[in-house]
């Protein structure tokens, strides 16, 4: 690193300064008398008119000793091919070159030069320029320094390259093989580096032209300003990944915390089933059991209590019906068997097997696949209305209708029953205010979105009408469903 020079050397290079500018604009006489060659500086070679192999003689400060030596002075830089030079010739020595100058594209430079050594000097501070003022070629041979972002670093013909970037500009920058390569390793891709070296207009890398580079001296030519930016696009796509992961954990376990839930209320169901039928259904039939034996026990007896036995006879028979499709009710829905019409006619024939009543099911419209909640609701719903029609209507018929549409699906459950009677308080949907299992159908539909209504006239029977919206599944969906059937299986 070049350090600031003190007040003292300040003094001592303008009045070296001042020598050298005073030796190029002496008469060329006196130079000629002297050196038998004009003396000039380095940027009137650049613009100055000569004959080729014309002698001349410049004197300036060395800021790179490999060969073509740069020199510089107070005006320009200008290489030199030497055939004499003066021995230990170290960077910031000041010598006097004569030789013969050549034109070049962006400057002179001397072949066939000697080199005297003058004595140690000052050496000079680098100019701080952008990349796009080095690549104008106005700064050839120049010791400037300048800063980029890192994009590779690699060894290559005894030298180390490093291609730098600065806005759209990208350049060259050389070090002499003499990086470890844990040196090299710590060279991060992404990091603004400033480098500080001689500026050689153009360049090329891997076939691709770069409009300049800069030739380092040594490793505390190159410095780091800045460490990469953590938001990298590696560094983006690893963050994505990690959400995304995330994300589909947080699903997984979700999906698989619903589903434990799920099974462990289907069990609590299931438990309170089987004490049901353990305890009430099985006191039903032992108390129409004892009433029975009780009826032929008192039949020789007077006629007077036989009708009380008949009528708690009845009353039993008929609490004894109840609790069993109560407990039917809190049994899991069984879908076993296929498609939501053959659940429905599997269980309208289970609770109305044995009797004289008549069972239909039918359905309209294109059958598909309905989502899962849906086909459980309008399983629960029909369910219900089934039972509410043996156990209350006395009804002969019963008559399901499903029917699928587009975007709904309309679940229709008549009986030809005696219906509910006139006079009784109706909610604005047409259902009785009291009764637990038109509630529980009410509530059923419209936790999903639904539309739940009652028709009824008294001695003709009841319709139940339910109709569920149905959301076509996208692609997304459906993949998503398959794949948690596929973890969950």
């Given at each position: 690193m070049c350090s600031i020079p003190s007040p003292l050397q300040t003094v001592l290079f303008a009045a070296l300064l001042a020598t050298s500018q005073s030796l190029a604009q002496a008469p060329a006489t006196a130079g000629a008398t002297a050196t038998s060659q004009p003396f000039v500086s380095i940027a009137a070679l650049d613009t100055s008119a000569f004959t080729v192999d014309q002698v001349f003689t410049v004197q300036g400060v060395i800021t790179r000793t490999d060969n073509p030596m740069v020199l510089q002075d107070a005006s320009g830089a200008t290489e030199v091919d030497s055939v004499s030079t003066a021995p230990s010739l170290?960077?910031?020595d000041e010598v006097q070159v004569t030789g013969t100058v050549r034109p070049g594209l962006f400057g002179a430079h001397f072949s066939k030069a000697t080199v005297r050594l003058l004595g140690p000097s000052l050496p000079y501070p680098p100019l701080a320029i952008t990349p796009s003022m080095a690549a104008s070629g106005r700064y050839q041979r120049r010791f400037i320094v300048t800063e980029g972002v890192l994009l590779s670093a690699r060894e290559q013909h005894h030298t180390v390259q490093l291609l730098l970037e600065s806005g759209?500009?990208?350049?060259?920058?050389e070090l002499p093989a003499l990086v470890s390569a844990d040196d090299l390793n710590r060279l991060w891709e992404g990091s603004l580096m400033s480098v500080r070296g001689v500026c050689l207009v153009a360049a090329s890398t891997d076939g691709a032209l770069v409009p300049f580079r800069v030739l380092m001296r040594s490793q505390e030519d190159l410095r780091q300003s800045a460490p990469p930016p953590f938001w990298t696009r590696g560094h983006l796509l690893a963050m994505c990944a990690l959400v995304l992961l995330a994300a589909y954990a947080g699903h997984y376990f979700y999906l698989r915390l619903v589903r434990w839930r799920f099974h462990l209320i289907l069990q609590e169901r299931?438990?309170?089933?089987?004490?049901?039928?353990?305890?009430?259904?099985?006191s039903f039939a032992g108390i129409g059991f004892q009433l029975q034996a009780l009826r032929k026990a008192s039949a020789p007896c007077s006629a007077a209590i036989a009708p009380y036995l008949d009528l708690a006879i009845s009353m039993v028979s008929h609490s004894h019906e109840d609790a069993r499709r109560a407990i039917a009710m809190l049994e899991p829905a069984n879908f076993n068997t296929g498609s939501l019409l053959?659940?429905?006619?599997?269980?309208?024939?289970?609770?109305?097997?044995g009797g004289e009543l008549t069972f239909q099911v039918r359905s309209k419209g294109e059958n598909r696949v309905l989502p899962r909640e849906i086909e459980q609701q309008l399983l629960r719903v029909g369910h219900e209305a089934i039972t509410n029609a043996i156990s209350h209507a006395q009804a002969t018929a019963i008559e399901i209708t499903l029917e699928y549409r587009p975007q709904h699906v309309e679940l229709l459950v008549s009986d030809n029953g005696k219906g509910l009677p006139e006079g009784e308080p109706r909610a604005e949907d047409g259902t009785p205010l009291h009764g637990y299992g038109i509630a529980g159908m009410r509530t059923r539909t419209r936790a999903v979105g639904g539309t739940f209504r009652l028709q009824s006239t008294a001695g003709r029977g009841v319709t139940v009408y339910v109709n569920l919206p149905v959301k076509a599944p996208n692609t997304a969906a459906r993949w998503r469903t398959v794949l948690t059937e596929r973890l969950f299986s």
């Open positions: 170290r960077l910031g759209h500009q990208r350049f060259l920058a299931a438990r309170v089933a089987h004490d049901l039928h353990d305890t009430l259904a099985q053959d659940n429905l006619r599997l269980q309208g024939e289970q609770l109305t097997q």
